[in-house]
């Protein structure tokens, strides 16, 4: 498999450590120009990555074409480059849409639509894409859990969920400062949550895991902790804001 990346930014390098550190690596990954510091790392690392001279030689000599631009100059980026028939191109770009990328790339052309995540680099986490592609999904399926959207607003849907990163990083940050406030050294007690909440998401992963409905019902139990937190928690409308956060996200994401 000949992989292409226009755009050698941070989703890029992270596909690309994904990729060449797992148990079938490409047979050759060509990247963009630009961002030579990053690029020379790369090659420098990986011994079937070269740097092409132009976008329209990584194009030329991929296979599956990977677009990992800024949405700023995506359009200008696509709109200068031949695509071979049947050609592969994996439109990476939050918000050029579907048709968007289609009128630019032209009929001919395999288009697809991918959300990578920076955990990717490590084999991990979840790859959002459509339509569904038997070669996306062993690529994907190498370096993280390919899940397959039937159309683009489930893509988006798929998208909007990418939002809560943040928050949820930030709700363990408020978990680990709190235990600081109770003289745990920040170490200690960085290690407690991060093992807590790694345990409990590695729960739910498994294909025959039960539904995390049923993993919460599990943890609480009646008068105990849990459901004083849990309580707490409803009262004050934790639970139902989540989805009034992500319905705002998936009106931004279907107004661009
Ligand atoms: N980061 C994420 O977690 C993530 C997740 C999913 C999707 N995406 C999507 O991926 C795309 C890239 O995001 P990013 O975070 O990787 O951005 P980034 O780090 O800023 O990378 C953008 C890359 O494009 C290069 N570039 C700029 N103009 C170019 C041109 N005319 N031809 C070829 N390359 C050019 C930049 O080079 P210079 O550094 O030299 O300017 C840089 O290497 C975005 O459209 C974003 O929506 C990102």
Known sequence: MNIGFVGTGAIAEAVIHGLCTCAEPPQSVVVSPRSTERSRRLAGLYGCLTVADSNQAVADRSDWTFITVTPDIAGTVLEALCFRPEQNVVNCVSTLTFDR?????????????????????????????????????????QIGTPVAANDEAELRALAAVTSQIAAFHMYQAEVQNWLERRNIPSDRAQAYVSSMFYALSSQSVATDAPSFEDLGKEAFTPGGLNAQAMSFLRQEDWFSRTAVSLDGILTRLNET
Request: hydrophobic letters at 45%; aromatic letters at 10%.
């Open 101 to 141: 990328a289609r009128a630019l790339v032209g009929p001919d052309v395999n288009l697809f639509k991918a959300v990578p995540l920076p955990p990717i680099a490590k084999g991990r986490g979840p790859v959002a894409y459509c339509p569904f592609n038997d070669g996306l999904e062993q690529m994907f399926g």
